[in-house]
């Protein structure tokens, strides 16, 4: 738990959903501090050492781990995924928010070791468009993408299980939205109970997100 006010804040979203942009977007003028995380996977061409991860060899994040120098770590889609302690928790202890950009099982690690922490899960519009992103994308192969949009699924399923969740379907209103959410944690605005899956509206979306595969 943090002495000060600073706020850590998850932010999880199935690849494809836009939350890169969202987020470049909505934090272009703060002073957030954005954890880089690690990762096994191999860099893609936008990728850049030290600013989207830390790339490292299976036996370098293992070290890591055995070092507990991780806040939290996954697995997911043959990778490891982890969040480095060191620059979460000084940042929080000099007053900084801090954003998390991690997939559900490392968003639910951290709920359950910080109390303190929100969660905002973003939502494509459909399964159907999130596959049709990813091909547009064409980062990866046919297997990769039809495992990814499978993990997705799986991981759409447990948005209710977060504090907030918004929807990109059209992205100036997903911006809005995020805004919202992100100022009421901050208490610069009121809390954004209307993104919460508490509310019968955002279980139905969630829903039809699933059901529109
Ligand atoms: P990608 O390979 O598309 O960059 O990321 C795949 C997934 O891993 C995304 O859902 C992303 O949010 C998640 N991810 C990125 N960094 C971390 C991390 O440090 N920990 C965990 N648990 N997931 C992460």
């Known amino acids: 738990m943090s002495e000060n006010n600073a706020k850590l804040i998850i ?36 990728d850049t050492e030290g600013v989207t991860y830390h790339f490292l060899s299976v036996e370098a994040f293992e070290k890591m781990i055995a070092e507990d120098g991780f806040l939290e770590h996954a697995c997911y889609s043959g990778n490891y995924y982890g969040t480095p302690r060191k620059p979460v928790e000084d940042n929080m202890a ?22 303190d922490a929100y969660s905002l899960f973003i939502l494509p519009p459909s399964i159907a468009e999130l596959d049709r992103r990813l091909h547009k994308r064409a980062t990866e192969d046919e297997k990769t993408i039809a495992k990814r949009v499978a993990q997705a699924a799986g991981e759409i399923a447990k948005a209710d299980k977060y504090d907030y969740v918004i929807m990109n379907d059209d992205l100036d209103k997903a911006v809005e939205d995020f805004c919202a959410v992100i100022n009421g944690i901050k208490g610069d605005a009121e809390p954004a109970e209307r993104f919460s899956p508490k509310n019968e509206d955002v279980k139905k979306m969630i829903r039809e997100v699933l059901e529109n595969a």
Not at 15 to 23: D, R, V, W
Not at 99 to 112: D, N, P, R, S
């Open 11 to 46: 932010v999880s979203a199935p690849s494809g959903c836009g939350k890169g942009t969202i987020m470049h977007r909505a934090f272009e003028n703060s002073d957030v501090f954005y954890s880089v995380s690690c990762t096994t996977r191999p860099p893609r061409d936008e």
């Open 94 to 115: 000099a007053g900084k928010d801090v954003i998390l950009e991690i997939e559900t099982q490392g968003a639910f690690q951290v709920k359950e070791l910080r109390k």
